[in-house]
Nanobody, 114 residues
Framework: VQLVESGGGLVQPGGSLRLSCAASGFTFSSALMSWYRQAPGKERERVALINEAGGYTNYAASVRGRFTISRDNAKNTVYLQMNSLKPEDTAVYYC????????WGQGTQVTVSS
């Protein structure tokens, strides 16, 4: 199983980023996919999840209305569109797959700063 995140970087407050997570080594279309984040000194928290077919999504209250999770089962990829970014969104963002166990990517840094 391999999950590879990309798309992180430095962005100004109010800006946007789109994270991608490319999956391999398992049946992606049968996996619940999630994005988590961990800021320095804080616990890892779930930001968003999407079910296997993409018809159900759920968001943390802190990002609802600003972030959108989506998936392309033909490309084995899950996305996180992040708009109206705030300094408190600064964290390492991780992709997670739940399919007979939990699998994690290596993370991608998102820094929101002027």
């Amino acid at each position: 199983v391999q999950l590879v995140e990309s798309g992180g970087g430095l962005v100004q407050p109010g800006g946007s980023l789109r994270l991608s997570c490319a999956a391999s080594g398992f049946t992606f279309s049968s996996a619940l996919m999630s994005w988590y984040r961990q800021a320095p000194g804080k616990e890892r928290e779930r930001v968003a999840l999407i079910n296997e077919a993409g018809g159900y999504t759920n968001y943390a209250a802190s990002v609802r209305g600003r972030f959108t999770i989506s998936r392309d089962n033909a490309k084995n990829t899950v996305y996180l569109q992040m708009n109206s970014l705030k300094p408190e969104d600064t964290a390492v963002y991780y992709c997670r797959a739940d399919r007979g166990g939990a699998y994690w990517g290596q993370g991608t840094q998102v820094t929101v700063s002027s």
